[in-house]
């Protein structure tokens, strides 16, 4: 279940609606499936997309989605390290980054500039069942933690060309790096 927090207001939301209200109204897209299914190490990406195939197929028809593919990180990921500081850069994407998380957890970094609230930074902890789409152009990092990450989530997209991350340079993310899980 989703976290929604707010750093800079000391502001940590847990209730489903509010949280999807709060990103609703700023054009982020949150949606929480059903995600009764648990999945061994091993299990393929084909599987996984067939055990949601009932949710994931009509959202993928309905938004003209073409592709989804699986991505897992966790103990025996190598170089996370690396990996980890592509995601935690600022940056931007031309299409929507729209994942469901299947297992694990991970914490989303939103930059909204010029809304009707100002300048503002928010992240929203997904877990197990949460669907998050980051609006293009939209300003984010991502962070699965500096140890033990785990990650286990369905991506889903027009063409993955529009997933490559612009970085914006900012550095913004080092005033706020840290991996904080509130807990529940
Ligand atoms: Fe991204």
């Given at each position: 279940?989703?976290?929604?927090?707010?750093?800079?207001?000391?502001?940590?939301?847990?209730?489903?609606?509010?949280?999807?209200?709060?990103?609703?109204?700023?054009?982020?897209?949150?949606?929480?499936?059903?995600?009764?299914?648990?999945?061994?190490?091993?299990?393929?990406?084909?599987?996984?997309?067939?055990?949601?195939?009932?949710?994931?197929?009509?959202?993928?028809?309905?938004?003209?989605?073409?592709?989804?593919?699986?991505?897992?990180?966790?103990?025996?990921?190598?170089?996370?390290?690396?990996?980890r500081a592509k995601f935690l850069a600022e940056h931007t994407h031309s299409e929507d980054e729209i994942r469901y998380f299947v297992d694990g957890q991970g914490l989303?970094?939103?930059?909204?500039?010029?809304?009707?609230?100002?300048?503002?930074?928010?992240?929203?902890?997904?877990?197990?069942?949460?669907?998050?789409?980051?609006?293009?152009?939209?300003?984010?990092?991502?962070?699965?933690?500096?140890?033990?990450?785990?990650?286990?989530?369905?991506?889903?997209?027009?063409?993955?060309?529009?997933?490559?991350?612009?970085?914006?340079?900012?550095?913004?993310?080092?005033?706020?790096?840290?991996?904080?899980?509130?807990?529940?």
């Amino acid at each position: 279940m989703a976290i929604l927090s707010i750093p800079d207001q000391h502001i940590t939301e847990k209730n489903p609606s509010e949280i999807r209200r709060f990103l609703n109204d700023r054009g982020v897209f949150f949606d929480q499936w059903d995600a009764p299914v648990n999945f061994e190490d091993s299990a393929t990406p084909e599987e996984i997309l067939a055990a949601y195939a009932g949710d994931l197929n009509p959202f993928m028809e309905a938004g003209g989605y073409k592709t989804a593919d699986v991505i897992t990180i966790n103990h025996l990921t190598e170089n996370y390290e690396a990996i980890r500081a592509k995601f935690l850069a600022e940056h931007t994407h031309s299409e929507d980054e729209i994942r469901y998380f299947v297992d694990g957890q991970g914490l989303f970094w939103f930059h909204l500039e010029n809304g009707q609230n100002g300048e503002e930074v928010f992240n929203l902890l997904c877990e197990k069942g949460d669907l998050i789409s980051v609006p293009a152009g939209t300003m984010h990092w991502f962070d699965a933690g500096e140890t033990n990450p785990f990650v286990k989530a369905i991506r889903i997209f027009i063409d993955m060309s529009g997933w490559v991350p612009v970085y914006t340079d900012s550095k913004i993310e080092e005033r706020y790096n840290q991996f904080i899980v509130p807990s529940h």
